[in-house]
């Protein structure tokens, strides 16, 4: 073998090596420890289910989550939203498909993060989760909404929250809208306050439907 096909199989072999090296280790189950998944279905189906209340009046036609805030549920919201884990949008998506109407005819819309946000974790979550869904179900996904600014809602109570959205989101396409059932996603409900605010201003541009499914469900006051 020749000095430089020597060195080209060396290149070569090296490549490899780094390319391996850069694939990501398997997750390990964050309810049992398996490895294999963030969630492994065995854990997943012993979710506890969720039932989410709204006020009559609401915009909202309903909103349901798959599961509660709490245990491997809020450990695997904690690794897709602070832990970069992107994984866990899938495993948190198939969870939410069964929560899907059949034969809806709706648009999957997420939920938008705040831009800070999204630049900090490199990525919006909702849309992740919107994206798997969309796959999921079949159903067509849609960016309908966007923020205006950078409000962030972590701890405060309902009437605080819609007071500080505001005029915070907006639509997109409004024409995309009038008439359409739409499903907003997000990746947790804890007042319902921006997930009512979204429903609003989709119902103020026409929109025939709005319900809204997300992963988990933190209860608070809904007063």
């Known amino acids: 073998m020749g000095c430089a096909t020597y060195l080209q199989h060396i290149n070569n ?10 694939w990501p280790a398997p997750h390990d189950c964050l309810g049992c420890g398996v490895e294999g998944s963030l969630l492994c279905a065995k854990c997943c189906a012993q979710l506890p289910n ?7 009046d609401s915009h909202l036609f309903a909103i349901r989550s ?17 832990g ?21 005819g709706a648009v999957i819309v997420p939920v938008p993060t705040a ?10 979550q909702a849309k992740l989760l919107a994206r798997h869904l969309s796959k999921l179900t079949a159903l067509p996904c849609s960016y309908l909404l966007a923020r205006h600014g950078q409000v962030h809602q972590v701890g405060a109570h309902r009437k605080t929250r819609l ?10 396409k409004p024409s995309a809208v ?14 319902g306050a921006t997930l009512e605010t979204a429903a609003n201003i989709l119902k103020q541009a026409g929109a025939a439907r709005v ?13």
């Open 50 to 56: 969720a039932r989410v209340p709204f006020s009559a």
């Open 211 to 223: 319900e809204a499914i997300t992963f988990a469900y933190a209860p608070r006051d809904f007063d």
């Open 163 to 172: 007071e500080q959205l505001g005029n915070a989101l907006r639509v997109r």
């Open 115 to 124: 831009t800070s946000r999204v630049r900090q974790r490199g990525y919006d």
């Open 178 to 191: 009038r008439g359409s059932h739409i499903i907003l996603v997000d990746d947790v409900t804890t007042t």
């Open 13 to 22: 072999n090296m490549s490899i090596l780094d390319r391996l090296a850069g």
């Open 84 to 104: 970069g884990a992107q994984e866990a949008a899938r495993v948190m998506a198939h969870q939410m498909s069964k929560l899907v109407p059949a034969g809806t």
């Open 66 to 82: 798959a599961t509660l805030y709490q245990g491997a549920a809020k450990d695997l919201l904690w690794r897709l939203k602070s």
